[in-house]
């Protein structure tokens, strides 16, 4: 299959090892080498060439859709007009650069302060001041740059696509709605990057009326394209639930967790001489979590000599390949930290709950086989497991027994940490993970077209049963081609008023099935009557 990778071109906030960035790209290529990867530019206004504003009917029709599409976001109750708005401002926008041109101009930023200010929204919303109108205006110019991208239309871009995947955000996200009506390409959408809530990236105005309505597009625009997504990867249980709550079918969600481990990736040495908990936090973590502060000082009342040691949760490797350079080791916490996250530094691993839990620094410390201990929070108890320990969030006290209890026995530490290292090279091998994206891209494939129209018969290959072509007998009123009954996902059946073939009747109750399936039960007619006699039944006289 031919696979356009859809990614924002200015999304320089995702990491290279997240689904989009630069490593995790390059693994996909890697590991699906039968299939031919896309990359391709989505922004329709690159600098230099910015077009030229349209004028008469086609500045007309483009200026309503935009009225549309702004009242969808300031007003709710309009909240479900937005996609035939956008695809409305789509089907407007060709040539490329007219669009954008048209959107930065005077008349436009005007309609957009007009509309917003008419909104029913709270009062903070719609009231905007000219500040807020420029900066949502030039933000909302660069969210619908997908829609006037050359891509879309050019015969060897989005036509030639097998499949979309959205790994890039909303920008991406636009971009592959637009393929799949245009062109009924299906697309897949990776939610680690398309989370309901989040601006588009580089186009978030600072606090205030703006980001509001700009938070607004990115959540209708985020449940658009989980509803009509042919397949949602989700990185993890966690995530997919909360995927589902925004608008995803659960019948079209797969897990596809970040792989980490691949080839040798051994295991840390032996354990310290001196009881060490290893504290993985984020660098501005040391002051903002005082609960994890007072559990050390608890656990250090019965070791006086507990070490800490601090180091950041470096980002998992997506790409896999040989191991990296071991950072070197740093002192201890209060003295600058570790610079890179050295498991094996401590005798337990401490993963407190920060404000975006993810499932990759937690596989990174179980790979190393060291205990881990964390806050029950995100997707921790689906990758621990009973390979670890996981304690209610912000409870010192529970935080400082389970410590303390790993620290007096070196053979459930030793047990735990073998058991944990097992479970991350099962759930995040980069054959797992290869795997389940090779099977969510064929299933992509076969929910072929992606967007029917409305009353057009599907094309959908094998919707019907082999039966209704091998003898000739098809319902009546099918017409050759058709596809399943409209919004119920079955074969068409009879038409009411006409008569099913022979083989589909129910057999008579009484005469038995036809004669062309067997000799059935013979039923007595009764005693004969005479000709000519008209009394009723009950008068004859029976022989």
């Known amino acids: 299959m031919r696979i356009a990778l859809l990614t924002a071109s200015d999304d320089a906030t995702a990491p290279r090892s997240a689904p989009g960035g630069a490593d995790w790209c390059a693994w996909a290529e890697r590991s699906l080498p039968g299939h031919a990867f896309l990359h391709p530019v989505l ?6 060439r910015r077009g030229r504003a349209p004028r008469g009917r086609r500045r007309a029709r483009l200026l309503r859709s935009y009225e549309a599409l702004v009242r969808a976001l300031a007003e709710p109750r309009e909240s479900a007009s937005l996609p035939a708005a956008l695809y409305a401002l789509a089907d ?22 007009r509309t917003w ?46 499949l979309c995947h959205v790994t890039g955000g909303t920008p991406a ?16 959408v990776s939610g680690h990057r398309l989370l309901p809530g989040e601006p588009p990236p580089g186009s978030a105005p600072g606090p205030g009326p703006a980001r509001a309505l700009i938070l607004s597009f990115s959540r209708l625009l985020a449940r ?18 909360w995927l589902e709550r925004c608008g995803a079918d659960p019948a079209r969600t797969r897990v596809l967790r970040d792989p980490v481990a691949d080839g040798p990736h ?105 205990v881990v201990v964390a806050e029950d929070v995100g997707p921790a108890r689906e990758v621990l497991g009973p390979a670890g320990v996981l304690v209610p969030p912000g ?47 064929l299933d992509a494939a076969a929910r072929w077209p992606a967007f029917p129209d409305a009353g057009r018969p599907s094309a959908e290959p094998f919707a019907l049963p082999a039966e209704y072509r091998s003898a000739g007998q098809r319902p009546a009123g099918h017409r050759p081609g058709a596809g399943p009954a409209a919004g119920t996902g079955r074969p068409p059946g009879p038409v009411r008023g006409t008569a099913r073939p022979a083989s589909a009747r129910e057999p008579d109750p009484v005469d038995g099935p036809d004669p062309v399936d067997g000799p059935g039960p013979v039923r007595d007619p009764g ?12 008068h004859r006289e029976v022989a």
């Open 117 to 162: 200010r008419s909104g029913s929204g709270p009062a903070s919303v719609r009231s905007p001041a000219a500040r807020d109108v420029l900066a949502a205006s030039d933000a909302l110019e660069r969210a619908l740059r997908p829609l006037a991208a050359g891509w879309l239309r050019d015969p060897a871009g989005a036509p030639s696509a097998d």
């Open 266 to 370: 051994p295991a840390a040495g032996p354990e310290p001489p001196v009881p060490t908990l290893l504290w993985l936090r984020e660098p501005d973590a040391v002051a903002a979590d005082p609960a994890v502060r007072e559990a050390v000082a608890l656990v250090r009342g019965s070791f006086p000599a507990l070490r800490v040691r601090a180091c950041a949760p470096a980002p998992a490797p997506a790409a896999p390949g040989p191991a990296a350079s071991a950072p070197a080791a740093g002192g201890p916490a209060g003295a600058g930290g570790v610079p890179g996250p050295v498991h094996g530094a401590g005798s337990v691993v401490l993963l407190p709950a920060s404000d975006r839990p993810s499932a990759g620094p937690l596989a990174e410390a179980m790979l190393s086989g060291r």
């Open 527 to 538: 005693p004969a009557v005479p000709p000519g006699d008209t009394r009723p039944s009950r």
């Open 92 to 113: 407007a926008a060709e040539p490329p650069g007219h669009l954008p041109a048209l959107l930065r101009c005077e008349e436009a930023a005007r309609l957009l302060e």
């Open 224 to 241: 658009e394209a989980l509803g009509r997504a042919a397949v949602v990867l989700a990185g993890s249980d966690h995530e997919r639930r």
């Open 43 to 48: 922004d329709a206004a690159p600098a230099g």
């Open 173 to 188: 996200a636009l971009a592959a709605l637009l393929a799949g009506r245009l062109h009924g390409v299906p697309c897949a």
């Open 395 to 441: 409870d010192p006290q529970a935080l400082a027994d389970a410590c303390t209890a790993l620290l007096r026995d070196p053979r459930r530490r030793a047990r735990l940490g073998t058991a944990g290292r097992r479970r991350a090279l099962e759930l995040f091998s980069a054959e797992t993970a290869a795997g389940t994206l090779r099977r969510a891209y």
